[in-house]
């Protein structure tokens, strides 16, 4: 490697030598010498160790005694079954002996037709035509070509007669070959399935079947200076409240969206609900920290003041309770502009919402813990916080409308607690991964789910815990869901600026499925800062529906 000459010596050389040959390097190592034994192959009658013997060696095992008693009960039992001998005797049977000769697809007629040879053309005829003749050429690529991979067979000869024509060398061994194809041809029939692919879709009804549903924009409720973001029906469809962000709640008459009064609240309305009992004439305004109860003086005066009588009648205890919350008479100039009382929570109100007796209402707050939702009793002026642990933050909550049910939204699911036993009864999943508003079906059975990522959740509270289906014709986020309360309706209002109204039967008999069929896709709010409808409501009666924008306007679908 480094150039020079090296001249190696003759002991060098002969290390080389043995080493080439597989023998040990160094001259004077014998491999073969007498190996000296570390233990002595002698029988001895000493053990090596002196340890004495364990008790274990001369005592049967308890374990496996307890192993094998097990064993033995199992076999007695039957659950332990001892291994059959095998039948070595190979087993024929009758393919077609269980097959009945009269059935429509018998023996008869499966009958396979043998496939038919090709007819022979032109190059197989014993005087062909002479460009049916190969050249030299294509004879000899013809033989050097893989037997698979020709055309033909053979190649085309020209002979002078048909009695000079010899007889074919392959004959027998192309007859065994087509025998062996109609002996192996797989047997089996192809049904050709004739379906209508019209039948594939499933039969739903048409629309103007399912009238009367909400179709066109009638009425357009302009006031408000920014964005509505609540609004609920009075019990007898006559009248309307909203409210807004500018801090005011206003009024209006439906039929005529004349405004009929306004009450500045001095906070932004973050929601409205009307009394759903006929004979009382209140509405709840959630307004920062506070519920406002207002006696609007709408409609009937029997029934505004009998509504002032019951809250006039009400007589403080002797001794007041600890609660969560603290009520307050409104002032006698307060009481000018419809305020009735004041309940005052400490903590931002995110929703109210009435039972439908009239007496009840629940609050969601917005605060971490278990005092999120709090209940409060309109005849005793008593707050009670139902809940001792937060499972998560409470998006929404409904009572059910003839059960002692209260449905409580958190983000990722809805619970039903049963307020008189005071207990879980419920947990559904709508698989969401935020829910946004929640809405009782009239019978209580069924319960809908709107949620952030535009999907609308079915659930049948008699069939799974799991959504009976989901519905995602929204290309934004729902922010409120409605049924109405006597038509197969529910309504869905969302940031794409489109309130979707949907057919929703639900039948008495409980082996039938809810029938769900969108109807109808009404237009007409402007998008305002990325945000749409903002809340729908249906009309107690009639097949309307009011939905409340960003854009400051309330509108009525008729």
Not at 125 to 145: G, K
Not at 185 to 194: I, L, S
Not at 473 to 482: E, G, Q, T
Not at 527 to 536: C, K, Y
């Amino acid at each position: 490697m480094t150039g020079h000459r090296v001249r190696l010596t003759d002991e060098q050389v002969a290390l080389v030598q043995r080493l080439q040959r597989g023998q040990f390097g160094d001259v004077s190592f014998d491999p073969y010498e007498p190996a000296v034994d570390f233990f002595s192959g002698d029988l001895m009658i000493h053990p090596v160790t002196n340890r004495p013997a364990d008790k274990r060696s001369f005592i049967p095992s308890l374990v496996e005694k307890e192993k094998v008693s097990r064993m033995v009960h199992a076999i007695k039992m039957g659950w332990i079954q001892p291994r059959r001998p095998r039948d070595h005797t190979p087993s024929f049977y009758d393919l077609w002996a269980q097959e009945d000769p009269n059935a429509v697809l018998g023996r008869h007629k499966m009958h396979v037709p043998a496939p038919k040879l090709a007819l022979p053309g032109h190059s197989e005829s014993y005087n062909p035509p002479p460009e049916y003749l190969p050249s030299e050429e294509e004879r000899l690529a013809w033989e050097q070509q893989e037997p698979d991979e020709r055309k033909l067979g053979f190649l085309p000869r020209r002979f002078p007669s048909l009695r000079a024509v010899p007889a074919y060398g392959r004959f027998i061994q192309e007859r065994f070959e087509r025998c062996l194809d109609l002996y192996l041809c797989p047997r089996q029939r192809k049904m050709r399935v004739n379906v209508d692919p019209e039948d594939l879709i499933p039969k739903l009804p048409r629309p103007r079947d399912l009238q009367p549903f909400p179709t066109c924009q009638a009425l357009v409720y302009r006031g408000h200076n920014d964005l509505v973001r609540c609004l609920s029906v009075s019990p007898d469809g006559q009248w309307l409240a909203s409210g807004s962000d500018d801090g005011s709640v206003r009024l209006w008459e439906v039929a005529t969206a004349r405004c009929m009064r306004t009450v500045p609240v001095g906070g932004v309305v973050k929601s409205v609900a009307w009394n759903p009992h006929p004979t009382i004439c209140l509405v709840a305004v959630a307004v920062e920290d506070t519920v406002l109860l207002l006696n609007p003086a709408l409609g009937d005066r029997l029934v505004v003041g009998s509504t002032d009588q019951l809250l006039s009648a009400f007589t403080p205890p002797l001794e007041a309770a600890s609660q969560p919350a603290y009520w307050l008479e409104a002032s006698e100039e307060e009481r000018q502009g419809s305020l009735r009382l004041r309940i005052h929570h400490g903590k931002p109100v995110t929703q109210v919402t009435w039972h439908g007796r009239g007496d009840y209402l629940a609050v969601v707050l917005a605060t971490p813990g278990h005092t999120q939702v709090l209940i409060h009793q309109l005849s005793r002026r008593r707050s009670q916080s139902p809940f001792r642990r937060s499972h998560g933050q409470v998006q929404g909550v409904a009572f059910h409308p003839t059960r002692p049910f209260l449905l409580v939204a958190s983000q990722r699911c809805v619970r039903l607690y049963h307020l008189l036993r005071q207990e879980l009864t419920k947990k559904l999943m709508p698989n969401c991964k935020w829910v946004s508003s929640l809405a009782v079906h009239p019978a209580g059975d069924n319960v809908i789910c709107g949620s952030y990522d535009s999907k609308l959740v079915w659930f049948d509270m008699d069939l799974s815990t799991k959504p009976y289906r989901v519905l995602r014709h929204h290309k934004k986020a729902l922010r409120a869901v409605a049924f109405h309360p006597r038509y197969p309706l529910f309504a869905s209002g969302s940031d794409d600026g489109s309130v979707i109204v949907c057919h929703g039967m639900v039948y008495n008999d409980l082996l039938q499925n809810p029938l769900l069929v969108p109807v109808k896709v009404l237009k007409g709010h402007a998008l305002t800062r990325d945000l749409g409808v903002l809340d729908v409501a249906f009309h107690p009666t009639q097949p309307w529906v009011f939905s409340s924008g960003a854009d400051g306007t309330l509108r009525l679908f008729t």
